[in-house]
């Protein structure tokens, strides 16, 4: 089968690969029919991540339609139009059953090495392997755009999340920082929160346009404490959601919070440590907490939001070809040219 395989840091093409077979009584093979690429896709290539092997398949955000069902499979059937969440997780664990799909110990990443659990091959190919399927796929009603439902799997669950986790209320002042397709997408389900005023805070002029274009305010990060200061009479954010990562951004997201603030994190972190002024945070009773997204769990609510007209997450698509066209989107997403990119198979 085709797909976008890891040659070495730095560099993906497309390839021929063996087509994945069924390992488990619980997978199922999926006809991938659309697939992202992502930030941490990124991440992968430049080869941040360990155990990526050279010919590896890249890619975590799906959708297709199931064409091979494990035998122990009770929920799906072959021909089942599916979106799938980015990891994978069993259903029947203690933290499956409390809703924490991240903690499940049979959790793997597609595409991403040794990141995140064992190796599994990822989705931007013809077939995908899916453990675990009748977890970690969702059955994609006809309602619901096959480009919403591939994001759902990753890039919105991780926007809801944020806003989820910082128990953003109706009428908070919002900050996002970074306005890459996670931070616009964290910024839109604020506002389908209800939150008051939503800030993206974001250097790349198009990206601030963008947010401007769809809902919120935009800053550039020198000009951010100011128009925070003057938005919220001089004492800052409520809700301060970092969609970057890294310790600038978090810098940034205490220099933009009240007291009492809600501070998430959403974007990936590699840096062991982080100076984080305690006093301060004593002080001022900062909450500062970490999230990922969960495809899993929230893929019920996210289809409600999308489905009833709340929330259109595909608005941050502005690339969109097949798989010749990816080694290039990547290069461009490295630019940051453009957002975000999926490909038809
Ligand atoms: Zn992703
Ligand atoms: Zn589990």
Redesign the pocket.
């Known amino acids: 089968m085709r797909a976008l395989i890891y040659r070495s840091p730095g560099v993906v093409e497309v390839g021929e690969v063996p087509r994945p077979a069924l390992l488990a009584p619980t997978d199922a093979i999926v006809k991938v029919s659309l697939a ?1 690429i ?4 990124l991440h992968v290539v430049r080869g941040d991540f360990p155990g990526l092997v050279a010919g590896a398949v890249v890619g ?2 799906f959708v297709g339609e199931v064409v091979e069902a494990g035998s122990a499979l009770q929920r799906l059937r072959v021909g089942d139009p599916v979106m799938s969440s ?1 990891f994978t997780a069993c259903g029947h664990c203690r933290w499956c059953d409390d809703g924490d799909h991240w903690h499940c110990d049979q959790r793997a990443f597609f595409g991403t090495g040794t990141a995140f659990g064992p190796a599994l091959g990822g989705a931007q190919a013809e077939y995908v392997r899916v453990p675990h399927a009748d977890t970690t796929l969702g059955l994609l009603p006809p309602d619901c755009p096959s480009e919403a439902a591939l994001l759902m799997g ?2 919105l669950a991780t926007g809801w999340v944020a806003v989820e986790r910082a128990a953003t209320a109706p009428g908070d002042c919002v900050v996002v920082i970074g306005g890459g397709a996670v931070g616009q997408l964290t910024a839109l389900s604020a506002q389908a929160a209800a939150a008051g005023i939503v800030l993206v805070v974001e250097p790349n002029a198009q990206r601030r346009a963008f947010a401007e274009a769809h809902g919120s305010l935009a800053a550039h990060p020198d000009q951010a404490p100011a128009l925070v200061r003057r938005l919220t009479g001089g004492v800052g954010a409520e809700v301060v959601l970092e969609a970057v990562g890294g310790n600038g951004p978090l810098d940034l997201a205490l220099a933009l919070a009240r007291p009492r603030a809600r501070i998430v994190s959403v974007g990936a972190h590699v840096a062991e440590s982080w100076a984080f002024p305690v006093a301060r945070g004593f002080r001022d009773e900062l909450s500062l907490g970490f999230a990922i997204g969960d495809g899993i769990r929230l893929r019920r609510r996210l289809l409600r939001m999308v489905t009833g007209g709340t929330l259109d997450p595909t608005v941050v698509i502005d690339a969109r070809g097949t798989l010749a066209d990816a080694p290039a989107f990547y290069r461009q997403l490295a630019a940051q040219t453009l957002l975000k990119a999926v490909v038809t198979l």
């Open positions: 992202g992502c930030g941490t896709d975590h955000e980015d990753d890039n």
